[in-house]
Structures are given as structure tokens and as C-alpha cells.
């Protein structure tokens, strides 16, 4: 079983709403991830989270705010945010360590921000 | 600055025929390198790994990886309108480190 779950799978919201994203796998994963895609971009890694405790956070705005309740589950709480927020975000899994890293994404949440 | 280049395309291919998508990667530190298919408004979906040079085959698809060349290419044999999608190259250093995507490279299979 390589699946996870995002849920909701699309998300409209206002500027001054506050709502999270859920991420939820089973296969022991180890770490998780967020990433942010843009309409014919890649996807932009966001955070990492190893063994439940968070490992990167490339420079992103403190209006998105992750968090990581046990090693199933990744959240992603977003309050106060902008237009350009709106895109697909994608969780993703993989094993921590060793060379067994392929990483496993969700369906994704196609956020609008109005 | 980790930076991963493909092709953007479109690369045009007719039905069974072979694809080649082509990738180059600029940080030596790079130990792990991916393949992801990407249909239109889908998430990306995994297709083939690869960490050790040489090729590496997995029922129509063959990655080949070059170190010395920071070079990674993806063969699609016998084409269908099936694969036609955008092809993400993906590396990463290994463990927990997140992945560095190229903007990928859109292929259409021409019936």
C-alpha cells in the first residue's frame, strides 16, 4: 500500500478564515512533506518533518503553520492568507533513512483564496 | 543552489515509438534521483528510482543515471497516449531531505 490521504481535496477560503490541511499514511513512514505547486511550476518544497519533529522549513511565511501529531498524521494550518496562496498542496511520505527514500505523494488540496 | 534542468518541451512523439526525456542536476551531492508523471491537475505519481549509475529497467520504462556527468534520462518504450503527461525529474542527498524538482518536461504520444 503506497497511498496517503489528503483531505479536504479542494479548500476555497477567505482571507481572514483560519482551516487546515490533513495529511494522514500508514506505510511507517518516517518523514513527511509538504510542498506548495503553482499552475506549470514544480512543486516548492515547504517542511519536513523526521520522526515527528520538524527539519526544514524553507523560509516559509509564518501564515502557514505545520505540525505533526504522530508519525501517521501531518497538519497544515493556514490563517490569514493571500490571493497568490492559492495552488495545490501536496503531502508526501517516505522512509528517513538509508537509500529507500522514494517519496509518495497525496492527491493534494487545491486551495483558492478569496 | 541545488538546480535540477529538463526540457519543458512539448516533445512530440509518435505512438509507439521511443520517449526520451532528459535531465541534468547540478549538486554532486545528489544521491537519489526520481522519475514522477504528472497528468493534468493530478498530483505526481512515482514511476521509477534510481541510485547507482547504470541503467535500470522496470517493464517499459528504463532510467539511466550518470554521476560523473550529472546527467539522469527516463526511455519510454512503445509510447502510448496514456503516457502523455508531464515527466518531473526529482533528486535529493538522500534520507529526509526533500526533493528538488525540474519544471518538468510535457510529452504528447500522437496516435
Known amino acids: 500500500d503506497t497511498e496517503v490521504t489528503q483531505t479536504p481535496k479542494h479548500l476555497v477560503m477567505g482571507m481572514t478564515n483560519k482551516k487546515s490541511l490533513k495529511c494522514e499514511q500508514h506505510m511507517g513512514h518516517r518523514a513527511m512533506y509538504w510542498y506548495k505547486q503553482k499552475a506549470k511550476k514544480p512543486p516548492e518544497l515547504m517542511f519536513v518533518?523526521?520522526?515527528?519533529?520538524?527539519?526544514i522549513n524553507e523560509s516559509v511565511p509564518s501564515r502557514f503553520s505545520p505540525e505533526c501529531p504522530n508519525s501517521s498524521l501531518l497538519n497544515l494550518h493556514l490563517h490569514a492568507l493571500q490571493p497568490e496562496d492559492s495552488a495545490l498542496y501536496l503531502c508526501?511520505?517516505?522512509?528517513?533513512?538509508?537509500?529507500?527514500?522514494?517519496?509518495?505523494f497525496g492527491q493534494g488540496t487545491r486551495l483558492t483564496v478569496v | 543552489q541545488k538546480e535540477v534542468e529538463q526540457n519543458s518541451g512539448p516533445l512530440s512523439v509518435p505512438e509507439g515509438a521511443i520517449a526520451s526525456l532528459n535531465c541534468t542536476y547540478s549538486d554532486r551531492g545528489s544521491q537519489s534521483f526520481f522519475w514522477y508523471r504528472q497528468y493534468s491537475g493530478k498530483s505526481p505519481e512515482l514511476i521509477m528510482f534510481i541510485y547507482s549509475n547504470g541503467d535500470k529497467e522496470d517493464g517499459r520504462f528504463t532510467a539511466q543515471l550518470n554521476k560523473a556527468s550529472q546527467y539522469v534520462s527516463l526511455l519510454i518504450r512503445d509510447s502510448q497516449p496514456s503516457d502523455s503527461a508531464t515527466y518531473l525529474c526529482?533528486?535529493?542527498?538522500?534520507?529526509?531531505?526533500?526533493?528538488?524538482f525540474g519544471k518538468g518536461t510535457h510529452l504528447i504520444i500522437q496516435p
Open positions: 518533518y523526521s520522526y515527528e519533529k520538524l527539519s
Open positions: 526529482a533528486v535529493n542527498r538522500g534520507g529526509a531531505d526533500g526533493l528538488t
Open positions: 508526501a511520505s517516505s522512509q528517513d533513512q538509508g537509500w529507500g527514500t522514494e517519496a509518495f
